[in-house]
T-cell receptor
Framework: ETGVTQTPRHLVMGMTNKKSLKCEQH?????MYWYKQSAKKPLELMFV???????ENNSVPSRFSPECPNSSHLFLHLHTLQPEDSALYLC???????????FGPGTRLTVL | AQSVTQLDSHVSVSEGTPVLLRCNYS??????LFWYVQHPNKGLQLLLK??????LVKGINGFEAEFKKSETSFHLTKPSAHMSDAAEYFCVVSDLAGTASKLTFGTGTRLQVTL
């Protein structure tokens, strides 16, 4: 285990649903990240949080809403998603001031 | 801007034979470079990291990579493949922006190991 957990591991939702993805890290890190992994495309960075503050939003549509209540938890709130949002969503964390990121197992999201 | 090119989308080797996964990078400064592995339905696991301390980097599970600045390459090798090595491998370059890092991923190389 990498010390980064994600729930749920699988999620199927309709286009009108609202759901949330959760990420928790037990490594004492201060930076947390959301990535999207789609088939045949490189990993796409979505959001970066450093000491609970959002430091990067990589032009992500507003139907994805992140929340970082503390340095150990990161959420991704989902609403009115599109089928093309179906992907593996990966969370990662890193110690502040270093560039080595540790990844969770991901949430496989399917939007119907 | 930095970028990574993984030259092969798919590599197939026989068990017990050497593995070579190729990666070229582009960066305007001395980068940190990584190889991550992703097994089916799993997250990404760090294999090894280059940070300029030594050009030959040893990682987990018998993998190693050599940083060649003149060739802007960071190829991943293993002397003898095992069935459990079958997975997707990602070459990654890092930009440490402030105190949070920004990773740029290659498109991945799927390694198949046959008997």
């Amino acid at each position: 285990e990498t010390g980064v957990t994600q729930t749920p591991r699988h999620l199927v939702m309709g286009m009108t649903n609202k759901k949330s993805l959760k990420c928790e890290q037990h490594l004492g890190h201060n930076a947390m990240y959301w990535y999207k992994q789609s088939a045949k495309k490189p990993l796409e960075l979505m959001f970066v949080y450093n000491f609970k503050e959002q430091t990067e939003n990589n032009s992500v549509p507003s139907r994805f809403s992140p929340e970082c209540p503390n340095s150990s938890h990161l959420f991704l709130h989902l609403h009115t998603l599109q089928p093309e949002d179906s992907a593996l969503y990966l969370c990662a964390s890193s110690p502040s001031g270093t560039d080595t990121q540790y990844f969770g197992p991901g949430t496989r999201l399917t939007v119907l | 801007a930095q970028s990574v090119t993984q030259l092969d989308s798919h590599v197939s080797v026989s068990e017990g034979t050497p593995v070579l996964l190729r990666c070229n990078y582009s960066s305007s400064y001395s980068p940190s470079l990584f190889w991550y592995v992703q097994h089916p339905n799993k997250g990404l696991q760090l294999l090894l990291k280059y940070t300029s301390a030594a050009t030959l980097v040893k990682g987990i599970n018998g993998f190693e990579a050599e940083f060649k600045k003149s060739e802007t390459s960071f190829h991943l090798t293993k002397p003898s493949a095992h069935m459990s090595d079958a997975a997707e491998y990602f070459c990654v370059v890092s930009d440490l922006a402030g105190t949070a890092s920004k990773l740029t991923f290659g498109t991945g190389t799927r390694l198949q190991v046959t008997l």
